[in-house]
């Protein structure tokens, strides 16, 4: 059948590239897609909120299935459209979504029920906001409520830090208005992070393998947050004894307490962990697949991925279980190459050079992500331009293998971290 992708990121392109890979699936749109997309798939000129234009697209091109990508189009609303005109469509519904949509909403939810994760509190006005941060001997941080791209979550180490970042969200509305109408505040949890990502429908959870993203711009996790440098899988530190831990302890609660909330997740449902002293916490939860962790893990994932995904619409997926899960044994790592200035300003249309080069290489895979085509040649069209993914026998030889893919190509103000996998690879080393 054919499959319509919404999305225009690394995460849509890896989706594309698998899915057109299953024997089931004749073709693959991607609405608005990008440069690589326009490679492995067809591109449709459509906007992810534009709903209409795309169930108009969903029927004219019997897509028999749709699968969204970002989260923006599933917090407003994209799968209760389309299931009221009878479309199969892969996603959680919107109230389903706050999940991700609403960091009070995902906050309450998790002290509802008894999921491990940081103490907090909630706010809708930055003067009580500031009084409480006053009050705080240890470091915070600061969440805007709503979506923010990524990029809502302020690490404080200092009171100083704290009031700016409740300045920023609530008084300056730098992630817009609706986003920082409420704030949670919660206390800074120390450890090493680590990304799960499950399959849901019904009463059936199935994790995928696990990851873990780099979140700062800059080697040794420096500078400020962004949408996510890079990522490899699977990462040493999810164990089977800690993922079966946050399965129990985290995934089926919650699952459990949304279907009888009576707004039942069917998804998937990402939990970004932080592996402290006293185990693991959920720092929040995502209604969809990571980016740039997708890359990887489908880098990895043998299983047919349609297979899957159409199961999970029909409520069909207690017929897999984890174990006839397929994966390649080895790591795969992610390595993304910025524009310059990002996450901050930057400029687009710059030429990429290399491109074909760096496809030749053996287990390689180039995912674009702010790229188009204009004019016969590839172009730069946003902050993260691409995501190199590479797999190894080894992390360390994924990782060598992803730069010497990521030394073919360039474009003028190009930068990537040099130290993705870096601190799994090290203690690889050190047993």
């Given amino acids: 059948m054919n499959v319509l992708v919404i999305g225009k990121g690394g995460r849509e392109h890896a989706l594309v590239w698998k899915l057109a890979q299953s024997p089931r699936v004749k073709r693959v749109y991607c609405a608005p897609g990008n440069a690589g997309t326009a490679l492995d798939g067809v591109n449709v000129p459509i906007d992810v909120n534009e709903f209409s234009h795309l169930i108009r697209f969903a029927k004219a091109e019997n897509i028999g299935l749709t699968v969204v990508g970002p989260e923006d189009p599933?917090?407003?609303?994209?799968?209760?459209?389309?299931?009221?005109?009878?479309?199969?469509?892969?996603?959680?519904?919107?109230?389903?979504?706050?999940?991700?949509?609403?960091?009070?909403?995902?906050?309450?939810?998790?002290?509802?029920?008894?999921?491990?994760?940081?103490?907090?509190?909630?706010?809708?006005?930055?003067?009580?906001?500031?009084?409480?941060?006053?009050?705080?001997?240890?470091?915070?941080?600061?969440?805007?409520?709503?979506?923010?791209?990524?990029?809502?979550?302020?690490?404080?180490?200092?009171?100083?830090?704290?009031?700016?970042?409740?300045?920023?969200?609530?008084?300056?509305?730098?992630?817009?208005?609706?986003?920082?109408?409420?704030?949670?505040?919660?206390?800074?949890?120390?450890?090493?992070?680590?990304?799960?990502?499950a399959l849901v429908a019904g009463r059936t959870i199935i994790p995928l393998a696990s990851s873990q993203d780099h979140k700062r711009a800059f080697d040794g996790?420096?500078?400020?947050?962004?949408?996510?440098?890079?990522?490899?899988?699977?990462?040493?530190?999810?164990?089977?004894?800690?993922?079966?831990?946050?399965?129990?302890?985290?995934?089926?609660?919650?699952?459990?307490?949304?279907?009888?909330?009576?707004?039942?997740?069917?998804?998937?449902?990402?939990?970004?962990?932080?592996?402290?002293?006293?185990?693991?916490?959920?720092?929040?939860?995502?209604?969809?697949?990571?980016?740039?962790?997708?890359?990887?893990?489908?880098?990895?994932?043998?299983?047919?991925?349609?297979?899957?995904?159409?199961?999970a619409v029909d409520e069909r997926l207690d017929t897999f279980t984890e174990h006839q899960l397929e994966w390649d044994p080895r790591p795969a790592v992610c390595v993304v190459i910025a524009s310059g200035g990002y996450p901050g300003n930057y400029s687009k249309g710059k030429i990429i050079k290399g491109l074909d080069d760096a496809a030749q290489l053996p287990d390689v895979k180039v995912f674009h992500a702010g790229t188009k085509l204009e004019s016969g040649m590839i172009v730069t069209d946003g902050g993260r331009v691409l995501g190199v993914t590479a797999l190894g026998d080894t992390l360390a030889q994924a990782k060598a293998r992803a730069y010497e893919a990521v030394a073919k190509i360039s474009f003028p103000g190009a930068f990537c971290r040099k130290d993705i996998a870096d601190k799994a690879i090290n203690k690889e080393l050190s047993l």
Avoid: W
């Fill in 74 to 197: 599933l917090a407003n609303g994209i799968v209760d459209a389309f299931q009221a005109q009878g479309l199969r469509i892969f996603g959680p519904s919107k109230a389903a979504a706050q999940i991700e949509g609403s960091k009070v909403y995902s906050k309450k939810l998790m002290r509802h029920a008894d999921v491990p994760t940081a103490e907090f509190r909630v706010f809708d006005h930055p003067e009580p906001a500031r009084k409480y941060i006053e009050t705080r001997e240890y470091p915070v941080v600061v969440k805007a409520d709503g979506l923010a791209a990524g990029k809502g979550v302020i690490v404080c180490n200092t009171t100083d830090d704290a009031m700016e970042a409740v300045n920023r969200i609530m008084v300056r509305e730098e992630f817009g208005h609706s986003a920082g109408r409420q704030i949670v505040i919660e206390k800074k949890l120390e450890g090493e992070e680590l990304s799960v990502m």
């Fill in 221 to 311: 996790d420096t500078g400020p947050n962004t949408g996510g440098m890079g990522a490899y899988s699977p990462a040493p530190l999810g164990t089977p004894k800690l993922l079966d831990e946050i399965e129990t302890h985290a995934l089926v609660p919650t699952v459990h307490a949304m279907k009888r909330a009576r707004t039942p997740f069917r998804g998937i449902l990402y939990a970004g962990v932080i592996v402290t002293n006293q185990g693991p916490r959920i720092l929040e939860y995502n209604c969809r697949l990571g980016d740039p962790e997708t890359q990887p893990i489908l880098m990895r994932l043998k299983t047919d991925l349609f297979d899957l995904l159409d199961a």
